[in-house]
């Protein structure tokens, strides 16, 4: 279970990035405190596109810087007014700064509203989009499941090659019990015969065998049938237990 949880986590890690892409969303790390705490360095801002019309203060919203437009900026929309040209202008502030930013934010500037973030997750995905990042996201996946595997069959081995015998030794043992009248030792060992493999439909059989006709024995039998549902010796059995019960209302 830990190696598949690994794996699990791994592959989430590689599939940061394309996993919002493909619902029309935007993942972008964050590189600084200013947001800080709604949104930390190195979360992960989900960005969902939205119309400038659409976004009101107390919006988080994320915008190209006006002097480089390479750069991305998330901060909190604080007032939204007009230009002469009736062009929306967005004045925006980092919750962790003590001021308002000094450049007025052009609606075409604007890429959306941030919807959720991940913390920490943004060093996830850088880690992720690097070369080496995705070699080790996807090999490492392998050699774990490689290990799993060594660590099942080293498990294995260890048990030892009788292990598997031991239902029939459990019911060869309960049956001696069972014909020596020792009932409630052999309901013991067809229990264990059971829990070792609850396939073996005869366990099941003779386990109902050591309880008195009645709810009791159908109940075992109808577990039995449970785990068992092609066994036709537990449908016969239930089939006979019901008339009996039936004859003897």
């Known amino acids: 279970m830990p190696t598949v949880l690994a794996i699990l986590v791994l592959l989430l890690a590689l599939l940061a990035g394309a996993g919002p892409a493909a619902l029309g969303l935007d993942a972008l790390v964050v590189r600084s405190g200013s947001m800080a705490p709604a949104i930390g360095a190195g979360d992960l801002a989900i960005v969902k596109p939205t119309k400038p019309t659409d976004l009101v203060p107390g919006d988080v919203i994320t915008y190209r810087a006006q002097e480089r437009p390479d750069v991305l900026v998330t901060h909190r929309l604080v007032s939204v007014d007009r230009d002469d040209q009736d062009q929306l202008r967005f004045t925006t502030k980092g919750d962790a700064n003590n001021a308002t930013d000094q450049v007025i934010v052009d609606q075409t500037a604007v890429l959306g509203r941030v919807i959720f973030d991940v913390p920490k997750a943004g060093y996830v995905m850088d880690f992720a989009r690097r070369t080496e990042g995705k070699i080790v996201l996807i090999g490492l996946p392998a050699l774990l499941l490689a290990l799993d595997h060594v660590l099942s069959t080293r498990k294995q081995r260890q ?7 031991r239902p029939t030794e459990y019911i060869a043992r309960g ?19 059971i829990a070792a493999d609850p396939h073996r439909d005869e366990a099941w059989l003779l386990k109902a065998t050591c309880v008195a006709r009645g709810p009791e024995r159908l109940a075992i039998l109808r577990a039995g049938l449970t785990v068992n549902p092609e066994s036709l010796r537990l449908k016969k059995a239930v089939e006979i237990t019901l008339a009996a019960e039936s004859a003897a209302g």
């Open 159 to 165: 048990k030892g090659p009788g292990d598997g015998n």
């Open 175 to 193: 049956r001696v019990a069972l014909n020596n009248g020792a009932t409630k030792a052999a309901a013991e060992l067809f229990d264990r015969a």
